[in-house]
């Protein structure tokens, strides 16, 4: 999360997508846990609002 340093009272909100990190290894058990957080992570962002500033 950051300030949108362009435009005032605009925060920018970034997230990675955890299925792009089992790319990078292969322990048993982490596609379920990116299974978790890809959901937990996409209802966060559904709850933002966006503004066309």
Do not use: K, W, Y
């Not at 009272?9 to 290894?25: C, F, K, Q, R, S």
């Not at 978790?36 to 992570?41: G, N």
Request: proline share 6%; net charge negative.
């Amino acid at each position: 999360m950051r300030t949108d340093p362009s435009a005032a009272g605009i925060v920018i909100v970034d997230a990675m997508n955890p299925a792009l990190m089992l790319e990078m290894t292969a322990a048993p058990g982490l596609q379920d846990v990116a299974d978790e957080a890809t959901a937990a992570l996409q209802a966060a962002n559904n709850s933002l609002t966006t503004s066309t500033a």
